[in-house]
């Protein structure tokens, strides 16, 4: 019940909102918007207690006046399984909120109006959130299969770049169906404008999931995948090549053979609290 009250505490409603609840009351929709919006509520709040269950830092529940997000002070270094369980927890609750519904109508205790309203918003928070698209679900998603197989950044990269070209089909497909609908075009507006943001900020994205990996506490066990690289090696290349859910001795060469090892946190201290932002990876065999 504790839990549950700081959760509440988080709730933010953007001022924006109030106008639409306001718009929505004069044109006798307010029913409608109150449904839509009590099913992103229990949306976002599946995210939010999953990430509670986890100890994750929730900073706060937002409802926005075209969805919802809740927010995590979180930069990549939790265990994928554990990410993915938190952002599945969001579309699962579309399940048996179907489930209870169809129960309540074949009761009666739902007119077949609400019911009709009930199931295909739903379905479309569900499908929409599943879309292969930064910042949805499906995107996260997609963030961490690429994170399975590639480096951190370049994951991420590529994650915004199969968004743009999703995000693309989603509005020719949406310029057929129903071009006229604003709201469904001011959500593309708003997608398009986190992905170019997220675009321009992906080098501080790679170096924050840097640096919680180097001031971290986290002590989870992760898969040792060691990385061969060479003396002339910058030591900020070598760190472009660290990888989700994988801990990184660094295997030292010159000219085929090896010559040292390093640990991954010589590599992060060097970095950040040496300062040594040109260093190469060679010259720390002298110095650890």
């Keep these: 019940m504790t839990n549950f009250l700081s959760l509440m505490k988080k709730i933010y409603i953007h001022p924006l909102l109030w106008v639409v ?101 739903n379905l ?9 698209i930064w910042p949805l679900d499906g995107g996260k998603i997609l963030f961490l299969w690429l994170s399975l197989r590639e480096s951190f950044p370049k994951a ?16 020719f497909c949406i310029l057929l169906i129903e071009p006229m609908n604003l709201n469904v075009w001011i959500v593309i507006a708003f997608i398009l404008f986190t992905l170019y943001y997220e675009w321009k900020q992906s080098r501080y994205v790679f170096l924050r999931f840097l640096m919680e990996r180097y001031y971290g506490n986290s002590n989870e066990l992760r898969t040792l995948k060691p990385l061969v690289v060479e003396e002339d090696d910058l030591v900020i290349h070598v760190l472009e090549q660290f990888q989700r859910g994988c801990k990184h001795p660094i295997i030292i060469e010159k000219d085929g053979k090896e010559t040292g090892i390093l640990d991954e946190n010589e590599l992060l201290h060097a970095y950040f609290a040496e300062k040594q932002l040109t260093a190469k990876v060679g010259d720390l065999l002298y110095l650890y």
């Excluded at 952002?87 to 077949?112: D, R």
């Excluded at 479309?124 to 292969?132: D, G, K, Q, S, W």
């Excluded at 915004?160 to 509005?171: K, Q």
């Design 21 to 121: 609840m306001a718009i929505a009351v004069a044109t006798a929709h307010f029913i409608e918007l109150s449904l839509l919006l009590f099913l992103i509520f229990i949306h976002e709040m599946g995210h939010a207690v999953a990430a509670s269950f986890f100890s994750w830092r929730l900073k706060k529940i937002s409802l926005l006046p075209f969805g919802g997000v809740a927010e995590m002070d979180e930069h990549g270094n939790r265990p994928l399984k554990e990410e993915a369980i938190v952002t599945l927890a969001g579309p699962v609750q579309h399940v048996w909120l179907i489930v209870v519904g169809s129960g309540l109508y074949q009761l009666n205790l739902m007119s077949e109006y609400i019911y009709s309203l009930f199931i295909q918003y």
């Design 124 to 132: 479309m928070i569900f499908i929409f959130n599943m879309l292969p």
């Design 156 to 171: 991420f990269q590529r994650t915004l770049s199969l968004s743009i070209f999703a995000v693309s089909i989603f509005a």
